[in-house]
């Protein structure tokens, strides 16, 4: 049996790319996503690999889902190595005082609590084991407000908090914890976050090449293919024409 990885938010995007790359690498994944269909496909497509897949079908806001779906996992999947906390989301680019209260419970729901739960749920048995990495996916973004950003920046502010706050808790463990905060990256992130909107999610990446599922999935593979003794514990990824977060050459 090889080891295993946990990637929630794998029908799209950043997760997706992180299962491709963990099963390319051997790893057993367990994908987690609402979208059955589509954990169904992509499960097809990497069992080629040579390796076991798990489908989970849950809502990472909902804590009673999140807890049956770990406690149903079989034996010979319970023992998870890897941890991908990647679900999540930003809806609306409103100025705070005129965001919408649902967008900011969906977003702190998901990008916050759902996080927080999954971590609660896999993490004893890494401890239990004396092994394991959890890779929270944060942002650019909990680095510094931008313009419309607010509680969507918060959300992965808090992601940094949480993370430095669990690395820290587990230090006398052999267990490593792994902030990646990516910049730009072309998913279906912009169009959630414009509600479908695919033409003002297109203007986001205009005049820049932006970054890829695949080329964060590089990083989440490389970080737990580190040596035992070490940690990285932070990883900043921009495109190559973005200064920071909110700075960004466009070639029009
Ligand atoms: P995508 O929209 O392509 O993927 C998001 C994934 O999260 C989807 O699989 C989505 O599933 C899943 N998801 C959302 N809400 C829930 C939920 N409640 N329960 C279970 N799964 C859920 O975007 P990205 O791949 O870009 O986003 C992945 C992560 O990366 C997010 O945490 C995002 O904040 C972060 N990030 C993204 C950046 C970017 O520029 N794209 C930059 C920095 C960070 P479903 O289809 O069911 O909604
Ligand atoms: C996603 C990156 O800068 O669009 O977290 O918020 S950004």
């Known amino acids: 049996m090889g080891n295993i990885a946990l990637i929630t938010g794998a029908t799209s995007g950043i997760g997706e790319g992180c299962a491709r790359r963990f099963a390319q690498g051997g790893y057993d994944v ?95 048995g890494m401890v239990r084991r004396n092994k394991g990495h959890i890779i929270n996916i944060g942002s650019v973004a909990g680095d510094a407000a931008y313009a419309g950003g607010n509680v969507y920046c918060a959300t992965k502010a808090a992601v940094k908090a949480i993370t430095d706050g669990l690395r820290i808790d587990l230090a006398h463990t052999s267990v490593r914890v792994t902030n990646i905060k990516p910049g730009l990256v072309e998913t279906n992130f912009s169009n959630t976050r414009f509600h479908g909107d695919k033409e003002r999610a297109a203007t986001v990446y205009k005049g820049i090449k932006p970054l890829t599922g695949e080329d964060i999935a590089d990083v989440a593979f490389y970080v737990t293919s580190a040596p035992a003794h070490v940690q990285i514990a932070e990883v900043l990824v921009l495109a190559t024409h973005q200064g920071s977060g909110s700075v960004i050459h466009r070639n029009t």
């Not at 990472?60 to 406690?71: D, F, K, L, W």
């Not at 989301?89 to 996080?115: C, F, H, Q, S």
Request: aromatic share 8%.
């Open 30 to 124: 367990i994908i987690t996503g609402r979208n059955r269909n589509k954990l169904e496909l992509l499960a097809g497509e990497l069992k080629a690999h040579g390796v076991r897949v798990f489908n989970l079908v849950f809502d990472v806001r909902n804590r009673a889902e999140c807890e049956q779906a770990i406690a149903g996992l079989p034996t010979d999947w319970a023992d998870v190595d890897v941890l991908i906390n990647n679900a999540g989301l930003a809806l609306g680019l409103e100025p705070e005082y005129e965001g919408a209260y649902e967008d900011w419970e969906t977003m702190i729901d998901t990008n916050v609590k759902g996080l927080l739960y999954m971590t609660r749920l896999v993490v004893p």
